[in-house]
């Protein structure tokens, strides 16, 4: 491993900025901040105060959101550059083609990045400029992710043209500092008992390939069902699994299924809590999308995979996982206490 030496974002709370990060997912970014309709009134001090956390409120359709972003100096001295930030509908693997014109506006009429400068190293910098974006209301089932781009002198980090293969997205996604993901869905303990979202998928690759999808819920309450739906014809076999959540905790739902070559389509997810319940405050839902890595494969996937104890899957799921696996996405529903 490398360490940055630049101004990074991280790709979640324990990423240092090393290359490749070693962390469990990249979409899980604390430096993506969505605020909803309101504002911060010192963010300056506000975000840096709370580097140690991951804070972030629920995008409101069809109302102006404003949207943070905050980073580290990784140089041996001062540095300087500009935040870019881009939406997509809520996905679990997104090509660079579906989000790279999806610029998002800051308050400055024209303006359509933040700056950031640092004066030292090890300084945490925030945007001088919170994004402002008037959220359209998304296609029926989906919601929206948010990337993020820092651009300096040093590492200019320019959006590449769309992938060929899983192993040249891997190793854009995780080799790279200057990029993080925030695929994340904010529910209120008073939202309804059922919950619903699409998130986009692909096999980039040429040839069949195995993946695997796999829900892990934490602090539902016991009797909550959940199914995993894709209705296209393709994969093999078709992806329809369902569970209900026991007093297991965390509680997991997990499918493997061979997609066909440049098979693009959505994940359906759906989560009811039993009747008269109520979502428990710090409940999570975590989506994954990961790809399973046979000799094959390219040398960047192999280098990548890892073992399902390693991926973080408890014991009682290690023998239907049919090998080493990459994880591709990860889409995170949290409920606010």
Same mark, same amino acid.
């Given at each position: 491993?490398?360490?940055?030496?630049?101004?990074?974002?991280?790709?979640?709370?324990?990423?240092?900025?090393?290359?490749?990060?070693?962390?469990?997912?990249?979409?899980?970014?604390?430096?993506?901040?969505?605020?909803?309709?309101?504002?911060?009134?010192?963010?300056?001090?506000?975000?840096?105060?709370?580097?140690?956390?991951? !804070?972030?409120?629920?995008?409101?359709?069809?109302?102006?959101?404003?949207?943070?972003?905050?980073?580290?100096?990784?140089?041996?001295?001062?540095?300087?550059?500009?935040?870019?930030?881009?939406?997509?509908?809520?996905?679990?693997?997104?090509?660079?083609?579906?989000?790279?014109?999806?610029?998002?506006?800051?308050?400055?009429?024209?303006?359509? &990045?933040?700056?950031?400068?640092?004066?030292?190293?090890?300084?945490?910098?925030?945007?001088?400029?919170?994004?402002?974006?008037?959220?359209?209301?998304?296609?029926?089932?989906?919601? &929206?992710?948010?990337?993020?781009?820092?651009?300096?002198?040093?590492?200019?980090?320019?959006?590449?043209?769309?992938?060929?293969?899983?192993?040249?997205?891997?190793?854009?996604?995780?080799?790279?500092?200057?990029?993080?993901?925030?695929?994340?869905?904010?529910?209120s303990n008073a939202s309804p008992p059922s919950y619903q979202v699409?998130?986009?998928?692909q096999n980039l690759d040429d040839t069949e390939e195995l993946y695997?999808?796999?829900?892990?819920?934490?602090?539902?309450?016991?009797?909550?069902?959940?199914?995993?739906?894709?209705?296209?014809?393709?994969?093999? !076999?078709?992806?329809?699994?369902?569970?209900?959540?026991?007093?297991?905790?965390?509680?997991?739902? &997990?499918?493997?299924?061979?997609?066909?070559?440049?098979?693009?389509?959505?994940?359906?997810?759906?989560?009811?809590?039993?009747?008269?319940?109520?979502?428990?405050?710090?409940?999570?839902?975590?989506?994954?999308?990961?790809?399973?890595?046979?000799?094959?494969?390219?040398?960047?996937?192999?280098?990548?995979?890892?073992?399902?104890?390693?991926?973080?899957?408890?014991?009682?799921?290690?023998?239907?996982?049919?090998?080493?696996?990459?994880?591709?996405?990860?889409?995170?529903?949290?409920?606010?206490?």
């Amino acid at each position: 491993m490398t360490q940055y030496d630049d101004i990074f974002m991280r790709d979640a709370l324990d990423d240092t900025g090393q290359i490749p990060s070693g962390v469990r997912t990249a979409y899980h970014s604390p430096d993506v901040i969505p605020w909803g309709n309101q504002t911060v009134g010192d963010p300056q001090t506000f975000f840096v105060d709370n580097y140690d956390q991951n !804070p972030g409120k629920n995008l409101v359709a069809n109302e102006i959101n404003y949207i943070y972003t905050r980073g580290k100096n990784l140089a041996s001295g001062a540095a300087n550059g500009q935040i870019y930030l881009y939406w997509v509908k809520s996905s679990l693997l997104s090509q660079p083609s579906e989000w790279r014109n999806n610029k998002v506006p800051t308050a400055t009429p024209g303006q359509n &990045y933040s700056n950031v400068s640092a004066s030292q190293a090890n300084q945490i910098v925030v945007g001088e400029s919170a994004f402002q974006w008037s959220v359209p209301a998304p296609p029926t089932g989906y919601h &929206y992710c948010l990337v993020s781009q820092v651009v300096t002198a040093a590492n200019p980090n320019p959006i590449p043209d769309d992938f060929n293969s899983t192993g040249g997205f891997v190793g854009w996604v995780v080799d790279n500092p200057g990029i993080a993901w925030r695929n994340v869905s904010v529910l209120s303990n008073a939202s309804p008992p059922s919950y619903q979202v699409t998130t986009a998928f692909q096999n980039l690759d040429d040839t069949e390939e195995l993946y695997a999808f796999t829900v892990e819920a934490r602090n539902l309450p016991q009797g909550t069902t959940v199914s995993l739906v894709c209705s296209e014809a393709g994969p093999n !076999p078709p992806i329809d699994s369902s569970g209900t959540v026991t007093q297991q905790n965390p509680w997991y739902l &997990y499918t493997e299924n061979s997609l066909p070559a440049h098979f693009s389509s959505g994940l359906v997810t759906t989560v009811r809590l039993p009747t008269g319940q109520s979502w428990p405050p710090d409940a999570t839902i975590d989506i994954t999308y990961n790809r399973i890595v046979g000799s094959h494969d390219q040398e960047i996937l192999l280098r990548h995979a890892k073992t399902p104890a390693e991926i973080g899957l408890p014991e009682e799921l290690h023998d239907k996982v049919s090998g080493t696996m990459v994880r591709l996405g990860t889409y995170n529903i949290v409920v606010d206490s």
